[in-house]
């Protein structure tokens, strides 16, 4: 059973292996190696069950991944306690591309939306959803104030960017409690976002650590990747997405294995 972490000074306590959820809801325009199809409600619940069994209780999700957040409200009904549920704003998926709005008002709307979708009355992580102007996003924008308001109001526990640049990543350290950065051994760039996170005590979420499933997929791979990743102190969690039983338990052995954690 993979364990958990605090994430950062958000007072949240997370897996270290967070299971991410586009295959949910989207399958179009994604870059993942192989086409799949979206998995069937059933196959979701079993699957957020065998998550369960194995020590996840991250789930991340977005609004950019097509149904994701709505057959996640379904399927956790009477679970809410259970998961740490992170969600995303800035983003639409619609007739088959990304469409970017961070206005104050449409940044409450998504979230307000999420919140009915996932059946909760507050959401444990937001996360803006860069389209790759990070900084823009942050200074023009003020992405941040207009989540610090909600995190007051007490629709959100945290907040943060998941983001595309090395100077956004840096920057949503110093103005927010979590960052989401790329991170594997084939891209390494953004390393000094873990470290400053490391020694500002915040939160961060791992995102593509296989490189989108174009690492080689053989478990001393996996397993070498997770162990490279989870050296860095700053790390909170890696976020994996899978709609694979078998992948989900590899991936979790892999975990523990890396983490030194006796199955």
């Known amino acids: 059973m993979i364990n958990h972490i605090a994430l950062g000074s958000t007072g949240l306590q997370v897996s270290r292996i967070g299971l991410g959820t586009v295959k949910f809801g989207r399958n179009q325009a994604v870059k993942y190696p192989r086409a799949f199809t979206l998995p069937s409600d059933k196959e979701i619940i079993e699957l957020l069950a065998l998550s369960k069994d194995l020590g996840i209780n991250l789930l991340d999700t977005a609004p950019a991944y097509g149904v994701s957040e709505e057959r996640l409200g379904k399927a956790l009904h009477g679970q809410r306690q259970h998961w740490i549920l992170s969600t995303k704003a800035g983003e639409e998926f619609m007739n088959g591309q990304s469409v970017f709005d961070f206005t104050a008002d449409t940044i409450i709307q998504s979230i307000e939306r999420s919140l009915k979708r996932l059946h909760t009355d507050y959401l444990d992580i937001v996360l803006i959803h860069s389209s790759g102007e990070d900084q823009k996003i942050i200074e023009d924008h003020a992405v941040f104030d207009t989540l610090a308001r909600l995190k007051t109001a007490g629709k959100i526990r945290a907040f943060g960017m998941s983001t595309k640049t090395l100077s956004g990543g840096l920057s949503t350290i110093d103005h927010a409690d979590v960052v989401m950065a790329t991170y594997n051994p084939l891209q390494i760039e953004e390393q000094p976002i873990l470290a400053h996170a490391h020694k500002k005590n915040k939160g961060v979420l791992i995102k593509k650590a296989f490189a ?20 860095e102190p700053g790390v909170s969690s890696i976020i994996l997405g899978t709609i694979n039983p078998q992948h989900l338990r590899h991936n979790i052995a892999a975990a523990e294995s890396a983490l030194g954690i006796n199955p």
């Open 212 to 231: 989108s499933g174009h690492l080689t997929t053989g478990n001393n791979t996996v397993t070498d990747a997770l162990h490279f990743i989870f050296k």
